[in-house]
């Protein structure tokens, strides 16, 4: 889950050095503008013009890095929690009313659910990094009972084949759709 974790976020970790690079040379054009309106070489109107310009481009940055899109302080405690929730999932549905029903499964399907009429299945562009990592985990669970060694580099966020899409026969109108989940470990 870990690994999972790192992957999923290498791609922002290398987004906000870029982002802090560019903050650097806003901040440099800045010094620059205001160094050539002291001097005399800008008039108010463009000195104004551009500062703000700069201004407005530094803080938008800025509020990227100050507000990451995923990020977690303590991740051990976070894997844990979604691994604890991942083991009731069927009761949870069974139990939940609908606003706790579209929270789980926004949760696990965070692009939704689609349907695909051509093939009559429904489809998921992608499940959440830690219930789309159970199956494949558990496959390799049982490889460690046979004594061979698991492969983490094949982890991804990748919608698996089977075991987390929930397979429905559909019908026309269809409300809602019956998640059924069986104990994975």
């Known amino acids: ?16 050095k870029s982002i802090k690079k560019t903050i650097t ?13 002291a001097l005399g070489e800008l008039d108010s109107t463009i ?12 803080d938008e940055l800025q509020s990227k890095i100050e507000n990451p899109s995923l990020s977690s302080s303590n ?4 894997i844990d929690k979604a691994l604890t929730l991942s083991e009731s999932l069927e009761k949870i549905w069974v139990d939940g009313d609908l606003k ?9 399907f965070p692009s939704g659910l689609g349907y695909d009429k051509s093939n009559d299945r429904v489809r ?12 494949i985990l558990s496959k390799e669970i049982s490889n460690i009972k046979k004594g061979e060694p698991i492969p983490v580099n094949q982890f991804s966020d990748c919608v698996t084949a089977t075991g987390v899409e929930p397979t429905t026969a559909g019908a026309e109108i269809q409300c809602s ?4 989940y069986a104990a994975i470990f």
């Open 1 to 16: 889950m870990t690994y999972t974790y790192d992957n999923i976020t290498k791609e922002l970790r290398t987004e906000k």
């Open 25 to 37: 040379e806003l901040n440099t054009k800045i010094d620059s503008i205001e160094e050539r309106y």
């Open 47 to 58: 000195y104004k013009k551009f500062k703000d310009k700069y201004e407005t481009q530094k």
């Open 75 to 78: 991740l051990e405690l976070a």
């Open 100 to 108: 706790q029903r579209q929270k789980l499964q926004h949760l696990v």
């Open 124 to 135: 998921t562009p992608k499940v959440n990094a830690i219930f789309g990592s159970i199956p």
């Open 177 to 180: 759709i019956q998640l059924s």
